[in-house]
């Protein structure tokens, strides 16, 4: 049952605030390349495969993104859909992404539902799910054997340590603004290689938070190109005023 709360605790975790206190490490910037559906449809399928397990996207449906990512109604069956329904057959293209485990037996079992991950880029941002995601070390203190630099004592499984590896915390002792020593991790160190190397992990993770950036609000990048069009009628507007305005006062002065 312990083993449990702490497992939830890590579930719970996108949900929570920043941990206080320290240097962030990592704390890599991250531009998001909406032109880059490769990599979204690179994300997606890690999300399928390593998240969906547990968190669900309950607020996308899987034609919405294959229309969006340009991913077939066949691809997507055949690759990104894995639920079924209380019948036994596939989840059809047109339901939502929702995850098999049901809420009221994830309460039962866990204490708590894991959170959906629909919005976690929109509430925490693409910088810290980035490296937060490249934040897990070994420590073996912790329940489930691994820690995280970006959210200390965290409770989640390290769920992309195959593809990573194992590392080590780099730690040094620094004294903060009231003069008290204090631990701060500033790299990592290698333990055991995974399947990619650092460079194809740092670029999975990429693609795994550019799927989740576009999921937050597919519409991102259509609301902007609609508001420069706006920007620009204005502007065209507001020189036709101008213009109509000295042709209206003209005889007055």
Known sequence: MKKSVWIIAGLLLPVLGWASGGAMYPNDEIDVD??????????????????MGCHSLEYMRYNR???DLGISDELL???LIFTTNKNGEQTKVGEQMRINMDKEYAETAFGTAPPDLTLIARSRGTHWLYNYLRGFYVDDSRPLGVNN?????????????????????????HKDDEGNEKAVIVGFE?????????AEYNQAVKDLVSFLDYVGEPIKQKRKNVGIGVLVFLFIFLILAILLKKEYWKDVH
């Open 65 to 67: 993104m294959g229309k």
């Open 149 to 173: 630099s970006v959210f200390p004592n965290v409770g989640m499984p390290h769920v992309l340590m195959g593809l990573e590896g194992l590392k080590k915390a780099v730690v040094e002792t």
């Open 190 to 198: 290698k333990i055991s290689d995974g399947s990619m190397s650092e």
């Open 77 to 79: 069956r055949e690759n």
């Open 34 to 51: 909406w032109g880059d559906k490769a990599a979204m449809q690179r994300g997606a399928k890690l999300f399928v495969n390593y998240c």
